[in-house]
């Protein structure tokens, strides 16, 4: 009798089982924890898996929490297309399974399977969205310390903590708030249609367990443990197994490790995906990766992959989005930005460098502004008895000390130079998207856009998943014949260690 063989494609974080024989027909496990951050990690190895022809099923092993840490919406909703379109064109059962936790992001996740599957006590539910500033501008006040800032765009402060709360900026994240988590249950009914009849209890963000009567009816479609699970999977498949024992477990490999590059494949179509996170290393190392990766003849297009709030530096990102538009001019390779989380203020500046912006539903765009700023400690030293004697060899000297009041004269320098940031990065914006001259009032206040609105503003092209990217590239390639080329950062590898 033939035996089963459950290959296990590893993401980061999770711990391996232990190898056995290799039989055939197979199945197919991706565990997804709490180290999966982007789409890239799941959709690869789920790439490969598919177009393994010995594979006969795939179960999505999801044991992800939800906080800041775990996987996001807008990652969720790019592999809930992707794995949706994989479906259709290997036409092989997906298994959603967990054993504690499927709420949130984690359940948009598992709307990509056939059945989804959890214990009785696996905690479902969770469903919203938040965006939150602790306000500690009077806390501070008292301690003696004010921020004294200054800016271009109007919203460029909004959620700042340590300034005080502004009605008007808070009304704003609310809105935001509203959009996005209304995209969502659009996007969650569509995929779920059952979901839709019973969304007074899901909508407010309940919690439930899997046992409660009715919620395994329209949430899942299956409780049980993983014995009653394998039973779902062969009899779904088809493989003629009767004995659990007759099923091994093998080790697979993590097909993705960001901290490593993956190898050219000669038979495939190579894509470079770079990693963009906040940006705060010198520009030489993206530098070198764009060059290293746009100069190898079997790349034949670059993904920046960009989940960045910003960077430490306008220098970098207006002298990276100098450099991009020259290699692409060089090289002659498409480029393309795929936004997975947000691409705030320098995010967005690289990502208008590209040919093509797509970005995965729920994201927030925009924050086009540029501040600058200082603390003014004069108060809290008046309250220890502190007296500063500054000795300085010119007026401005002192700009940037918190130990002396922050004058007009010093402030109006300041807000010159932001003045004069801003307008680059406006002439940037402008010159990459030209369509963005006609509504300047829309995005040149640093407003944040939810992805769907961004869309028709023009600040992005298009709202899709990763694959989308890898499409603009080449709109012929197909799943199984793109191989992904990972490049990442010193500065991400030294923070995994």
């Known amino acids: 009798m033939n035996k089963i063989r459950l290959i296990l494609a590893v993401i980061p974080g999770f711990v391996n089982f232990t190898s056995a024989c290799q039989v055939k027909p197979k199945i197919g496990v991706i565990a997804i924890d709490n180290e999966v951050k982007n789409s890239w990690s799941v959709l690869n190895p789920i790439m490969e898996l598919c177009a393994d022809t010995e594979v006969k099923a795939i179960i999505l092993f999801i044991e992800s929490g939800y906080d800041s840490s775990t996987i996001g919406y807008s990652v969720a909703l790019s592999l809930l297309k992707d794995i949706t379109a994989l479906k259709k064109e290997y036409k092989k059962p997906i298994f959603a399974y967990s054993e504690t936790n499927l709420r949130g992001a984690s359940y948009v996740l598992a709307l990509s399977a056939d059945v989804i599957m959890t214990t009785p006590v696996t905690i479902l539910g969770y469903m919203g969205l938040s965006w939150s500033t602790l306000n500690e501008s009077e806390k501070l006040k008292k301690d003696g310390w004010n921020p004294s800032n200054v800016h271009a765009g109007k919203y460029k402060y909004y959620g700042d903590s340590q300034l005080p709360v502004n009605p008007e900026h808070l009304a704003l994240m609310q809105e935001t708030v509203d959009i996005r988590f209304k995209d969502l249950v659009e996007l969650m009914v569509q995929a779920r249609p059952v979901l839709n009849e019973h969304k007074a209890e899901w909508i407010e963000a309940q919690m439930f367990l899997g046992l409660e009567d009715g919620k395994q009816s329209y949430f899942v479609d299956k409780i049980g443990d993983k014995i009653d699970l394998i039973g779902i999977v062969l009899e779904t498949a088809n493989l003629p197994v009767k004995n659990l024992h007759e099923i091994n477990y093998e080790i697979k490999k993590p097909v993705i490790d960001l901290m490593e590059k993956n190898k050219i494949n000669d038979k495939k179509f190579n894509i470079g995906v770079i990693t963009v996170p906040y940006l705060d290393l010198p520009g030489w190392d993206y530098s070198k990766l764009l060059v290293t990766l746009l100069a190898n003849p079997d790349i034949k297009g670059i993904v920046l992959s960009v989940d960045c709030s910003g960077s430490n530096s306008s220098g970098l990102m207006s002298n990276l989005y100098e450099e991009i538009l020259k290699l692409k001019k060089l090289y002659k390779k498409p480029v393309v930005a795929y936004v997975e989380g947000v691409a705030y203020s320098g995010g967005y500046w690289i990502a208008i460098a590209a040919d093509h912006i797509v970005s ?61 940031h801003m307008k680059r990065f406006i002439e940037h914006v402008e010159n990459a998207r030209p369509q963005l001259k006609n509504n300047e009032n829309e995005w040149v206040e640093a407003q944040i856009h939810p992805a769907c609105i961004a869309l028709k503003l023009g600040l992005i092209d298009q709202v899709g998943s990763a694959f989308d990217a890898v499409k603009f590239i080449n709109k012929d390639v197909v799943f199984d014949n793109v191989n992904f080329v990972f490049a990442e950062l010193p500065q991400a590898k030294k923070a995994k260690k």
Do not use: H
């Open 360 to 420: 995965a539903p729920l994201c927030r765009i925009g924050c086009i502004g540029y501040k600058a700023g200082r603390w003014d400690c004069t108060q809290k030293n008046k309250k220890e008895d502190k007296v500063f004697y500054p000795i300085v060899s010119g007026k401005f000297m002192n700009a940037y000390n918190e130990n002396i009041a922050f004058g007009d004269d010093a402030k109006q320098m300041l807000q010159n130079q932001v003045n004069l």
